[in-house]
């Protein structure tokens, strides 16, 4: 069975544009949650999907958007991107709401 | 304003000596704790999980010790090799919403020297 797949790897942008991550679960996972993890502040809940629809939400301002589709797949939008978010963003799916959430290799996302 | 404590910071110890990360919780309501192994440039693996009603579980040479009344867990790594080199991070999930909701520590660094 294929792992979490985290689109891209790497990627720089400048600030004031956005950008958009793809996570693909893995297959019968129909929950993504979506992490971003700084030297500083660790690791940091951002947002679940389950079934498509958002189920929690992290303390992180509007410029974070996501969304899920109907084969699970999971994006996740950065709009006006600042030098403060500069930062691996993990991924991670379960089967479900209350099961091991498995991480995917991350996108290191560098803001200059 | 749930949060979860890791110590220490870091660590370093020899190849085949033991070493046990500390993890302080204050979170409620409390539905579980897991640890978790994050290699450099790499995504968190599970090691273990813990329900409130659960106090040790063992997984190889890591085993996790819970004590819910005091709100505190041990993660003990026996006979370290130099692959066990990583982050350690305990996590210590909130039912809300329908969902389980994570709070994250900012792990322990271990390195192992042979």
């Known amino acids: 069975k294929a792992g979490v797949t985290q689109t891209p790897r790497y990627l720089i942008k400048t600030r004031g544009q956005q950008v958009t991550l793809s996570c693909s679960p893995i297959s019968g996972h129909r929950s993504v949650s979506w992490y971003q993890q700084t030297p500083g502040q660790g690791l940091q809940f951002l947002f679940e999907?389950?079934?498509?629809?958002?189920?929690n939400k992290g303390n992180f301002p509007g410029r974070f958007s996501g969304r899920q589709f109907s084969n699970s797949r999971s994006e996740m939008n950065v709009s006006t991107l600042e030098l403060g978010d500069s930062a691996l963003y993990l991924c991670?799916?379960?089967?479900?709401?209350?099961?091991?959430?498995?991480f995917g290799q991350g996108t290191r996302l560098t803001v200059v | 304003k749930n949060q979860v404590e890791q110590s220490p910071q870091s660590l370093i110890i020899l190849e085949g000596k033991n070493c046990t990360p500390q993890?302080?919780?204050?979170?409620?309501?409390?539905?579980?704790l897991r640890w978790y192994k994050q290699d450099t440039g790499r995504g968190p693996v599970s090691l273990t999980i813990m329900t409130f009603s659960e106090n040790t579980k063992s997984n190889g040479r890591y085993t996790a010790t819970l004590d819910a009344d005091t709100k505190q867990s041990s993660l003990h790594i026996t006979a370290s090799q130099l692959s066990d080199s990583a982050s350690y991070i305990c996590v210590v999930s909130s039912r809300g919403g329908g969902s389980y909701i994570p709070t994250f520590g900012r792990g322990t660094s271990l390195i192992v020297h042979p």
């Open positions: 991670a799916s379960r089967q479900g709401l209350n099961t091991e959430a498995f």
């Open positions: 999907y389950f079934s498509e629809t958002q189920r």
């Open positions: 993890c302080n919780y204050t979170v409620s309501p409390f539905s579980n």
